[in-house]
């Protein structure tokens, strides 16, 4: 089966533009979450999707992030505008519905703010 | 709420030897345990999973952990290093549903030759 797919590999932008991410999950699986891993650091959540709800976007800097699931399988996530502080891979993971919550994880987007 | 505790964010060993890399874990709930492994410029690899079955799991590329209640540690080893084993090495914790994970630092893993 086809894994998890992220778009584009690598982002350079200056800070205070906008850039936008996309994922695409493992067919069927209902569970998408959002990660950010800073250099030297572990993932750290962002946000997490079941279809198209939002379950938990308590770490996501709402003031410039957005983040959105049209129809329960792709997923789209927004930095408006960026800070310096930013630059960190953007990795996207799904899982599927109950059972021991593996996560699978895409390749990630790098992204460098100038 | 869950956390982890990698011991050594940097690990270095001979080829053929023995590798060790340490997790320790905290949870109020019983937990799912996980080690993911990471290669340049790729996303998350998922090496093993603990899943309140047996307490020795065994995973891909001949690594494997034990887990260990009393101790809260969920170890990862793998008998002999072989230089495609150079990579991040990240431990996980998560409960039981679709909770996100929560992810210790990582211990990067080199390999001597």
């Known amino acids: 089966e086809a894994g998890v797919a992220q778009s584009p590999r690598y982002k350079i932008i200056e800070k205070r533009q906008s850039v936008a991410f996309w994922c695409n999950p493992i067919s069927g699986h209902a569970t998408l979450y959002w990660y950010q891993q800073i250099l030297g650091q572990g993932p750290k959540l962002l946000i997490q999707f079941q279809n198209n709800g939002v379950v938990d976007d308590s770490q996501l800097p709402k003031d410039r992030f957005s983040a959105e699931r049209l129809k329960g399988v792709d997923s789209t996530l927004k930095i408006q505008p960026a800070k310096l502080e930013d630059s960190a891979v953007y990795l996207c993971?799904?899982?599927?519905?109950?059972?021991?919550?593996?996560?699978?994880f895409g390749a990630g987007t790098r992204l460098s703010v100038l | 709420a869950q956390s982890v505790t990698q011991l050594g964010s940097h690990v270095s060993v001979s080829e053929g030897a023995l590798v060790l890399l340490r997790c320790n874990y905290s949870s109020s709930v019983p937990p799912y345990l996980f080690w993911y492994v990471q290669y340049p410029n790729q996303g998350l690899q998922l090496l093993l999973k603990y899943t309140s079955a047996a307490t020795l799991v065994k995973g891909i590329n001949g690594f494997e952990a034990e887990f260990k209640k009393s101790e809260t540690s969920f170890h990862l080893t793998k008998p002999s290093a072989h230089m495609s084993d150079a990579a991040e090495y990240f431990c996980a914790v998560g409960i039981s549903g679709n909770t996100p994970l929560v992810f210790g630092k990582g211990t990067r893993l080199s390999v001597i030759a």
């Open positions: 993971a799904s899982s599927s519905q109950g059972g021991p919550n593996i996560q699978y």
